[in-house]
T-cell receptor, first 116, second 112 residues
């Protein structure tokens, strides 16, 4: 089954403790991205990747890192999490990187992070 | 930056009625997409409409696009309880072909 898989689905942790949220897709998609969803703000893009070893900042990249060493995986790293990073996070992918606006995005089921 | 703004923020209707949600955006676009999000789940793509299209249908969904008014609407006909979800529009970003900009969504409740 074609899917985007995120882990963990839920995580409660403390300020400053490094964490990684994994994202994997099995559709051989070129483009992958991370969003955070906060009440009243919709989805805001954190980082995106156009292909292996090619990443760029979205609208809210501060406090996050990403890597794309393999085509299928795009982990999101919080080196020193803070309470303002408490949010619902989504990974998404699409077939090619050019003109993502004309391609459906495939989303994972989300990761709810609580940072105390 | 937020490009799409959905209206209303919340909508409650009876099963069988039609639901209309609107999306307004600020800059010129090439494409506009609509997504549905069920509670606790990821977004699911519903429909994509290009700037040279005025209307598109998919099952009980009808999307219109008015580029002169910078707005789009999503109509769900003969709604069902299973249509209860949040609905988001998403547009191309003005400054990059690698970004999508999402609105804040409309929460639809369909009462049985």
């Amino acid at each position: 089954e074609a899917q985007v898989t995120q882990n963990p689905r839920y995580l409660i942790t403390v300020t400053g403790k490094k964490l990684t949220v994994t994202c994997s897709q099995n559709m051989n998609h070129e483009y992958m991205s991370w969003y955070r969803q906060d009440p009243g703000l919709g989805l805001r893009q954190i980082y995106y990747s156009m292909n292996v070893e090619v990443t760029d900042k979205g609208d809210v990249p501060e406090g996050y890192k990403v890597s794309r060493k393999e085509k299928r995986n795009f982990p999101l790293i919080l080196e020193s999490p803070s309470p303002n990073q408490t949010s619902l996070y989504f990974c998404a992918s699409s077939l090619v990187s050019q003109n993502v606006g004309n391609q459906p995005q495939h989303f994972g089921d989300g990761t709810r992070l609580s940072i105390l | 930056s937020q490009q799409g703004e959905e209206d209303p923020q919340a909508l409650s209707i009876q099963e069988g009625e039609n639901a209309t949600m609107n999306c307004s955006y600020k800059t010129s676009i090439n494409n506009l997409q609509w997504y549905r999000q069920n509670s606790g789940r990821g977004l699911v793509h519903l429909i994509l409409i290009r700037s040279n299209e005025r209307e598109k249908h998919s099952g009980r969904l009808r999307v219109t696009l008015d580029t002169s008014k910078k707005s789009s609407s999503l109509l769900i006909t003969a709604s069902r309880a299973a249509d209860t979800a949040s609905y988001f529009c998403a547009t191309d970003a003005e400054d990059s072909s690698y970004k999508l900009i999402f609105g804040s969504g409309t929460r639809l409740l369909v009462r049985p």
